[in-house]
């Protein structure tokens, strides 16, 4: 009799299905550390041809220094018609990548007015801004900034047929990174504005209130300076200003000055050519810096054989400063008057002073004319061996004592800037010259080391051109009318040949 056949054994469905367990749950630990690392070890890259979007080194760092969350609040509608409606796309593309370098620590809402009302109204509420809308609020630790969206970009005037005026420049990553510094520097450091001797004020309707503006986007104060009043300047002020006094300043005055730049002070001195101010510019010679007794004029034709002359002066300014590097292909606009100014090299080497050249005319035609010319009813002349041929130079940038050690974080050095034009300061001035708002801030934060703020250029839109020769163009059209549909029908061929076989 045959052997029966063994009993299978019987199948572990326990076995089985903790097995099946543990697999699903590898594969879903291997998807969720892939996710994990993509999520936060990812790499971004930018690019496009001109890098819009990328990010300045100083707001990268800025963010990752980031100790709190920040949230920033986009009141927008891409249906809006109102200011600033027209830079919906570049600000959403901009604070992604804010969104992106903040690694979590920036979190960014775009909330439309018209679709979100609830929303809307505790935001308003918490806020306080009212019905307005185009606007970026930034909150980070209770304390908030609003910013327009309208004042994000420099627009070009607007054309002969009230066409709408087109963006010179977006200036978004600036104006967000400064709000940004504002509320999270623990204190606001001071600038000191020299007052009493004829300059104007800081009151609301004074002529430099589009100036005190840009100062205090810069989470920088302004505040008024009366030299009789102090025994000291306080070297608490991150600088101090004198900006075109009219009537010249005491020797008390000067004292205090010097004493204050020789505690590191910062001093940013605008001299108007109106004014005689011996005593100021003998305070400055012993720096160094001799201001010229000229006005900066040159020539410009108004019809065929008829020329005027003018005493705005268009300006270049001169990489050698370092601070102005990224502005050296932008032309400055100087109106009113401009004295011209030389260096004394033997007597800056003497004081160890460090003196660059900051500002010249543009171009070659202006001279210092000697003549008293806003007193003269002549038309100024340039006179061989009495008037000062170019190159002229009416900006000058000067430092001793500093450390050139990045590690050092303390203020080691005296600084100062001189200027042989104060008008430019004017709202008039700032509001036709954007290069000059830029050169103003630039020169403040150098002088209140804060070279970081200098490093964010705007971003010029620039538009490709595809520039071909005849014998190019020939060529395109001879490919697109004869080339392709010829290669068309020879692949039809050989195809035809094929299924002939």
Known sequence: MANPLPKPAGINRWRIGANVILQTLIVAAIVLMINYVGFNRYQRWDLSRYNKYALSELTKKLLRSLKKEVKIYVFFSPSSQSAGSELYVDLQNLLKEYESAGKRKVQVETIDPYRNLTHTRELQTKYNFGAEENLVII??????????????????????????????????EQIITSALIELTEEKESKIGFVVGHGEPGLKDG????????????????????????????????????????????????????????????????????????????????????RPDHDIIVTQFKTGIEEQSVTLDVYAQFLPETGFLRSLSQATGFFPGGTRSMSIDESKTAQEGLSVTKAVTPAVPDYWGDKDEVFNSQSTPTYVQGVDLPPPLYFGVALERGSIKDARVQVRSSSRMIVLGNADFLRNESLSESAPDIDFVMMSINWLADREQLVAIAPKVPR????????????????????????????LGAGVWALRRR
């Open 463 to 490: 538009a490709f051109t595809l520039n071909l020769s005849d014998a190019q163009m020939n060529e395109i059209v001879l490919l697109t009318v004869a080339g392709i549909p010829m290669l068309v029908a020879l």
């Open 206 to 289: 004074s002529p430099l209130t589009r100036f005190k503006e840009y100062v205090e986007r810069q989470n920088l104060k302004l505040e008024p300076l009366i030299l009789t009043n102090l025994e000291r300047i306080p070297t608490d002020f991150a600088a101090v200003v004198l900006a075109g006094p009219k009537y010249d300043l005491g020797d008390r005055d000067l004292s205090l000055l010097r004493n204050y730049w020789n505690e590191q002070g910062r001093l940013l001195i605008l001299l108007d050519p109106k004014t005689k101010t011996p005593k100021l510019d003998q305070f400055l010679v012993e720096f160094g810096i």
């Open 139 to 172: 909150d980070y630790q209770d304390r908030k900034k609003l910013l327009r969206v309208a004042d994000m970009a420099e627009y070009d005037p607007p054309g002969m047929f009230n066409e709408a005026p087109q963006i010179r420049a977006f200036r978004g």
